[in-house]
């Protein structure tokens, strides 16, 4: 074979190496990809980015320019013009953990404010069981709700099913694949609602977010606002410990099945094709 012909078979030979590395590549990256997206990526809330919740990368929980942002989004939208050392363009609060001496939990302003303002809650909470009923167009959701160990989460829901936050507003997400949650507690139904105040993430050391779970949403660390989701699948156990655990559902899972069933608008991660409407909620004492 003449030395044109070993340049042919030579070419051929690192066409195929090419094609070979680049599909490995591809294959690595695709790994790497679905890794991130079960595993990373969670419950976010946003407001107007997303984030990357049961396999699909979302624009927007899970989770954002509203009140509950993503840090990365957040500072990507900041106004160029802002001064890193002006103190006006400084990070929000960070809220500080309940104080078992005091009994009380700090919920500190969110700058980007509320969807619905029904103001702070009493710094002051029971720290005890109670019981929560979502009243919804399909019927009923309970939930055993831990106030020992998600004091301030409890303390805030209390606080907002009380003044009628969460009345006649929408499960605005459903995912379906990877995890599977339906998310709920925005009035806006975009995924970008909030208080207008955040707490502390609780309950995180060995949590579980297997079916029945009751859990926050967040775009962060201690970046919680109203947003939660109720797990309906155990594949979800494979979100990192990054979501307060807040409660368990006692009740009406088997609606949320359905609402599963039904599917998500434009795939596996979207609004619930069967509306779930919030007609309102109420929290009280368990004996």
């Known amino acids: 074979m003449d030395s044109r012909e070993d340049e042919v078979v030579t070419g051929k030979d690192r066409q195929k190496q090419l094609a070979r590395e680049h599909h490995e590549r591809q294959q690595a990256a695709r790994v790497q990809r679905e890794r991130t997206q079960k595993r990373t990526a969670a419950i976010g809330t946003t407001a107007g980015v997303v984030v990357v919740v049961a396999g699909i990368v979302a624009a927007a929980f899970f989770l954002t320019g509203g009140n509950d942002d993503d840090p990365a989004t957040a500072a ?17 609060a960070q809220p500080l953990p309940y104080d078992k001496g005091t009994g009380k939990c700090d919920y500190v302003t969110d700058p980007a404010g509320a969807a619905k303002d029904v103001g702070k809650p009493d710094p002051k909470v029971a720290a005890a069981p109670a019981v929560m009923k979502i009243n919804t167009n399909l019927g009923v959701i309970e939930a055993d709700l831990d106030g020992a160990k998600a004091p301030c989460t409890v303390g805030s829901f209390t606080h907002l ?15 379906t694949e990877g995890i599977k949650v339906l998310q709920c507690g925005d009035p806006t139904a975009t995924g970008s609602g909030g208080p207008g105040y955040r707490f502390v993430d609780e309950n995180l050391e060995g949590a579980s977010y297997k079916r029945g779970v009751l859990a926050m949403a967040n775009s962060g660390a201690n970046t919680n606002g109203s947003q939660f989701f109720i797990v309906y699948g155990d594949e979800t156990d494979t979100l990192p410990d990054q979501y307060t655990p807040f409660g368990t559902i006692t009740k009406g899972l ?20 069967q509306a779930v409407d919030i007609k309102d909620v109420t929290i009280t004492g368990k004996s």
């Open 76 to 92: 990507a939208s900041a106004p160029a013009s802002a001064n890193p050392s002006d103190p006006a363009a400084a990070a929000p």
């Open 254 to 273: 088997d609606l949320v099945d359905k609402v599963a069933k039904a599917g998500a608008e434009g795939g596996a991660d979207g609004p619930p094709k």
């Open 161 to 175: 099913a009380s003044k009628g936050y969460f009345d006649k507003t929408k499960c605005h997400r459903l995912t």
